[in-house]
């Protein structure tokens, strides 16, 4: 288990920018993937994006191509570009951590809510 802190959630208006961090703990944050996942109210919560411990990343299709992800190993650190926000974009967003199997995550954040008005 590692412990998760995000940052950089807000309000921001459709067709704006957000960047999201999450801070690691723990010594071996370059050898498992990472991810961001989003719950909006009253709905399930759903995989946003993923970054494995070779960079390789992996994209929902609907945040395909206006979001992006990335890591700082050195810093412990991930994190999510998010362009052109559109107003369904808005959730609280999760980092999460795929410490002991390999793309299941089983470390998560407090999360951070972004809210996106039109």
């Known amino acids: 288990q590692v412990q998760l802190v995000e940052f950089g959630g807000g309000l921001v208006q459709a067709g704006g920018s957000l960047r999201l961090s999450c801070a690691a703990s723990g010594s071996t944050f370059g050898n498992y993937a990472m991810g961001w996942f989003r719950q909006a109210p009253g709905k399930e919560r759903e995989f946003v994006a993923r970054?494995?411990?070779?960079?390789?990343?992996f994209y929902a299709e609907s945040v395909k191509g206006r979001f992006t992800i990335s890591r700082d190993n050195a810093k412990k650190t991930v994190f999510l570009q998010m362009n052109g926000l559109k107003p369904e974009d808005t959730a609280n967003y999760y980092c999460?951590?795929?410490?002991?199997?390999?793309?299941?995550?089983?470390?998560w954040g407090q999360g951070t809510q972004v809210t996106v008005s039109s």
């Open positions: 999460a951590a795929a410490v002991r199997t390999e793309l299941v995550f089983d470390s």
């Open positions: 970054i494995r411990w070779n960079s390789s990343t």
